[in-house]
């Protein structure tokens, strides 16, 4: 592949819900560039952008695909996207890099979740956009349809039809291209060859028709083009062309494409609209690149995605990590073409390549000369908030599975791996259910560590609710010097403290040596309470007598007197437990807003107040026990269908309800005990 100066290179990704065609769709831009000779199908598992093996045995996209293709004497950097929430992460990574997103639409689903999120995210981020309605020869596919949807769902959009379709569904065969007026006629065979013809006479009043709103909607873009239509002056095809590059570039009308990427029609039409009208990439004067994703291979080592923003990248020379501090040197880049390598001596100004093996590059880097050091805007992932807890199934896997953790966490920023020291357990924490099961897959299949993956444990704690006053005697006699401790404390309830120690001692009953020690014994008692288990908190413990012996007494029987006292006196001190309860903060359409608020009742949340972020979006804020969140991800995309989202912050521990401790505590203890 060639070297293409900046005002050729197109870079564009491929977004919207899954099943809408955006693989199927690259797989034809392919076939048509002459890439390949023969259409994959993801049923098959044999396209060229759904390679790793978790995709072809899912049968999904879960990673972004760079996928180039050379058409019109233009280099396309086709980014092509997972469709599900759980993935959300590479469609965030990828549209930071890019020009223009291509939301790809079903002709019959019209409209889905993931289509609506990902459009939402291009309008804040200004980014242009192009729709491409597919599957149009399906049952029940409708164009006109989902095209009404589009307006009714965001009224303030500019949305222009560049083209018709010809014949519906099964009968489906081309297109009408609205600034040429001319009709595409398509071969049946899936060749992508077609004839081009005049407009249908039944077509062609819409096709003027559209063509009056078009040349309304592109004119503003341009002042010359402007005052001629001003002036009532028609635009030609050509005034057109010019409004409309500018007007998709300023982001000011979205326009509207269709076609069948299974049956190869219209998509020759978006590719030439590709090279003829999307942007160019901006270029900064400093040399820079920003690596927007990664890939953890056990025998290719590292391989960083990065597109470059100013300056060129040449191979064997070193570049300077901006992010980190750190100079590093740069292999052999290479473009990538799903799987497929090719090597490059270097890369230029708004191209997109690889390179490996920078053991210092992370994610959201960037590189730079060091003489000229600049920051560009990093990636701004989702945050994860489904949590499993982790093991491996083979003893002494354990080194294993850290190194293998820390080297998938690269590749995946929306992934979070921490270790709950309460509790002891490794948690990792996604964006949903297929992520963290395809992260299980990986670590078996890149780095031979099976594990498993369980609900983690709650890190409840106890407390108690009543004063008492309890004595521990440590007295042991074996031949020799002996050990004996004996205290008297004073175990009280202090709320929102953790743990307070005093000591009331008068005529040296314990001496001061050992009163230390008394403080450790307590502190390592309160790690295990005596109802469960769990940590001991909110208490005060006041040293009020005890004795002692001139030769047996020791720092170590106090702090066994010391312990032996306590968990004497919590016992008696009515324990409680206690759970601990987060603040949360979701996201929703207005429209789930009853659903949303009845389940957090049912969770025994607190709602303690709502906001409206726009028309169609409100913010809840309620205080729920962490215990009933653990699943929240699952339970919250169901009753709002994917749309909506949240996060959650501990706050306090509260005291668990009377008869739902009583059950609780009795679960845990058999929990425990298997």
């Known amino acids: 592949m060639k070297t293409y100066d900046t005002k050729n290179l197109r870079n ?89 997103g291509i939301l790809v639409l079903c002709g019959v689903a019209g409209l889905e979740v993931q289509a609506e999120i990902t459009f939402n995210l291009m309008t804040q981020q200004k980014l242009p956009r192009v729709i491409f309605i597919n599957k149009l020869d ?19 959009a500019r949305f222009v039809p560049l083209q018709l379709p010809i014949g519906q569904e099964e009968n489906f065969h081309g297109v009408i291209d609205i600034i040429e007026n001319k009709e595409y006629d398509y071969e049946a065979n899936g060749s992508g060859k077609f004839s081009v013809k005049e407009v249908p006479a039944e077509y062609q009043l819409e096709t003027d028709l559209l063509r009056d709103q078009l040349a309304e909607a592109v004119a503003e873009a341009d002042d010359v083009i402007l005052t001629k239509y001003l002036e009532g002056e028609r635009l030609n095809a050509a005034d057109l062309q010019t409004a409309l590059r500018q007007a998709l570039k300023q982001d000011l009308v979205i326009p509207v494409l269709c076609g069948s990427a299974y049956r190869n029609i219209g998509v020759t039409n978006i590719m030439d609209f590709l090279a003829d009208f999307a942007p ?3 270029v900064v004067p400093e040399k820079a690149a920003l690596v927007f994703k990664t890939l953890a ?6 391989m960083s ?40 001596a270097s890369v ?64 995946d920023p929306s992934i979070r791996i921490s270790k709950n020291t309460e509790t002891k357990e490794l948690l990792l924490t996604g964006l949903g259910e297929m992520q963290l099961e395809i992260f299980q897959e990986k670590l078996s299949r890149k780095f031979g560590v099976a594990v498993s993956m369980k609900v983690p444990r709650v890190p409840y704690r106890e407390t108690i609710r009543k004063a008492v006053k ?61 109802m469960v288990g769990y940590p001991v908190t909110d208490i005060k413990v006041t040293l009020c007598d005890g004795s002692y012996h001139a030769v047996d007494s020791s720092e170590m029987a106090f702090k066994l007197a010391a312990i032996i006292a306590f968990r004497k006196g919590v016992a008696l001190a009515k324990p409680t437990l206690l759970e601990p309860v987060v603040e949360a903060e979701i996201r929703v359409p207005e429209v789930f807003m009853g659903d949303v608020i009845g389940d957090i009742n049912g969770k025994r949340g607190k709602v303690l107040g709502m906001v409206a972020t726009n028309e169609k979006y409100q913010v809840i804020f309620a205080h729920v026990p962490q215990a009933e969140m653990m699943r929240y991800a699952i339970d919250l995309r169901s009753l709002t269908q994917g749309r909506g989202s949240f996060t959650m912050k501990f706050i306090q521990y509260e005291e668990v309800p009377g008869k739902l401790s009583e059950t609780l505590v009795s679960q845990l203890k058999s929990a425990q005990s298997h």
């Open 12 to 100: 564009i990704c491929l977004v919207g819900h899954g099943g809408a065609g955006k693989t199927s769709l690259t797989e034809t831009f392919l076939f048509n560039s002459g890439v390949i000779n023969r259409i994959g199908k993801i049923t098959e598992g044999n396209t060229v952008s759904d390679y790793l093996p978790e995709e072809v045995k899912h049968k999904v996209s879960i990673s972004t695909s760079l996928i180039p293709i050379e058409w019109q004497g233009v280099k396309i950097n086709v980014l092509d996207t997972p469709g599900y929430l759980d993935f959300f992460g590479e469609v965030k990574s990828a549209l930071r890099v890019v020009e223009c």
């Open 138 to 156: 399906r049952k029940n596919a409708n164009f006109a349809k989902v095209l009404e949807q589009l307006k009714d769902a965001y009224p303030h």
């Open 280 to 282: 160019s990439p901006e």
């Open 297 to 302: 291979d056990p025998y290719v080592g590292k």
């Open 305 to 344: 995605f990065f597109r470059v923003y100013g300056g060129k990248f040449i191979a064997e020379t070193l570049v300077y990590n901006s992010s980190h501090g750190l100079e590093e040197k740069i292999g052999q880049p290479f473009y990538l073409c799903g799987k497929t390598q090719e090597s490059v």
């Open 348 to 411: 230029s100004a708004g191209d997109i390549a690889v390179i490996s093996k920078l053991q210092d590059v992370r994610t959201g880097d960037t590189l730079c000369g060091k003489e000229h050091p600049v920051k560009l805007q990093g990636i701004d992932f989702p945050v994860p908030t489904l949590s499993v807890a982790i093991e491996p199934k083979a003893k002494g896997d354990e080194d294993k599975l850290g190194s293998a953790l820390a080297r998938l966490a690269e590749e």
């Open 470 to 530: 309890v004595e521990g005697k440590h007295k042991k006699q074996t031949g020799g010097h002996g050990q004996y401790g004996h205290v008297w404390i004073n175990i009280e309830p202090a709320e929102g403290k953790d743990f307070e120690f005093a000591e009331a001692i008068f005529g040296g009953s314990v001496p001061k040596q050992y009163i230390p020690a008394v403080e450790k014994g307590i502190r390592e008692a309160m790690a295990e309470g005596t």
